[in-house]
């Protein structure tokens, strides 16, 4: 069995991992002595690829057969996060390279995000505080948002951050609603949600509603015009899953509409939103550059794993988050 002291190519040279950003400091602490690092330094995204034996990566870029093919030595790719619709995992099977995603890394961090910008939307924050450096009177009389408690939470998705969000926003008082197809009763029964059995059963009587969808085919726009109409007048909709899952057209129609009342994104299509986009400057609306697991702990975290997923592979051992396990061994072998 090799090992991450010896190079693919047996010269016993350390392994080459790459990183398609500036690897800082936290990067190269976890990797300290153990490979070669190369990362993106100029223009060109996939520069030095050529040359790597393991991969981690954000979600930029889309990994397919094009990518691959610049990467002979390439055995295993791993996402940072949990997300992996921008890896090509049929290509990736085809090219015997392990491809891994790091689920449990960025949860805390995100759902935390999920319910700051609940907090932030059905209390007005951002409306109230341009208010006040606006000027403007009656502040109290025109706020006019939602209290939470005995309130409805509609969770698009009930796996590991939307079920953390379900957890603290149940302690808050909010009864929960979810449609989500693959978890099974004991994971509503755990958290005390109500099984909605299509997307607008689960939006209809919900004062929020919030997206924890993986992206797909089957869920871009997720959110569109006809899920919006099927909520009810006033709802708040946050988003911190992928952009491509509300389509924000339908989404600005519903806000000028009244329909929704005040929407968070940490996710948007395309990111980052150009300066003088219309969400940006709307008072109802709280946008973050995707940014929700960016704590210095989820930083840590999602490296962390990314690192073990990609050590695991390079040192000859299925990784345990591999998306892709019939790619296996491959070019591990």
């Known amino acids: 069995m090799s090992t991450s002291s010896d190079a693919a190519d047996g010269s016993g040279?350390?392994?080459?991992?790459?990183?398609?950003?500036?690897?800082?400091?936290?990067?190269?602490?976890?990797?300290?002595?153990?490979?070669?690092?190369?990362?993106?330094?100029?223009?060109?995204?996939?520069?030095?690829?050529?040359?790597?034996?393991?991969?981690?990566?954000?979600?930029?870029?889309?990994?397919?057969?094009?990518?691959?093919?610049?990467?002979?030595?390439l055995k295993v790719i791993a996402r940072a996060g949990i997300g992996f619709d921008n890896l090509d995992l049929d290509d990736a099977t085809e090219f015997g390279i392990a491809a891994c995603n790091t689920p449990d890394g960025p949860t805390i961090s995100t759902a935390e995000q999920a319910v700051a910008l609940i907090f932030a939307i059905t209390k007005g924050l951002k409306e109230s505080a341009l208010r006040l450096g606006a000027g403007e009177g009656d502040l109290w009389a025109r706020h006019g948002h939602l209290e939470l408690a005995g309130s409805t939470l509609a969770l698009a998705g009930l796996g590991r951050i939307g079920g953390y969000v379900a957890r603290v926003m149940s302690a808050v008082g909010m009864e929960i609603v979810a449609y989500d197809p693959y978890a099974g009763d004991e994971r509503f029964a755990e958290l005390g949600a109500q099984r909605a059995a299509t997307p607008n059963d689960a939006v209809a009587d919900a004062h929020v509603v919030s997206v924890h969808a993986p992206l797909s085919?089957?869920?871009?726009?997720?959110?569109?015009?006809?899920?919006?109409?099927?909520?009810?007048?006033?709802?708040?909709?946050?988003?911190?899953?992928?952009?491509?899952?509300?389509?924000?057209?339908?989404?600005?129609?519903?806000?000028?509409?009244?329909?929704?009342?005040?929407?968070?994104?940490?996710?948007?299509?395309?990111?980052?939103?150009?300066?003088?986009?219309?969400?940006?400057?709307?008072?109802?609306?709280?946008?973050?550059?995707?940014?929700?697991?960016?704590?210095?702990?989820?930083?840590?975290?999602?490296?962390?794993?990314?690192?073990?997923?990609?050590?695991?592979?390079?040192?000859?051992?299925?990784?345990?988050?591999?998306l892709n396990p019939q790619a296996w061994p491959g070019r591990n072998a």
Not at 283 to 293: F, L, N, R, Y
């Open 13 to 73: 040279a350390l392994p080459v991992v790459w990183f398609d950003r500036p690897a800082g400091r936290l990067q190269r602490e976890l990797l300290d002595g153990r490979v070669e690092i190369v990362d993106v330094r100029g223009d060109d995204p996939l520069e030095g690829i050529e040359r790597a034996h393991g991969a981690i990566v954000g979600a930029a870029i889309r990994y397919d057969r094009t990518v691959y093919e610049q990467a002979p030595r």
């Open 217 to 322: 085919d089957a869920t871009h726009h997720l959110v569109n015009a006809e899920l919006l109409a099927a909520m009810r007048d006033g709802v708040y909709l946050v988003n911190t899953s992928r952009g491509g899952l509300v389509d924000q057209e339908a989404l600005l129609a519903a806000l000028d509409g009244g329909k929704v009342r005040g929407a968070g994104l940490d996710v948007t299509e395309p990111e980052p939103l150009p300066p003088g986009h219309p969400l940006l400057g709307r008072p109802d609306v709280v946008v973050t550059p995707h940014v929700a697991s960016a704590t210095v702990a989820g930083r840590r975290r999602i490296f962390t794993h990314a690192v073990s997923e990609v050590m695991t592979a390079l040192d000859g051992n299925q990784p345990p988050n591999m």
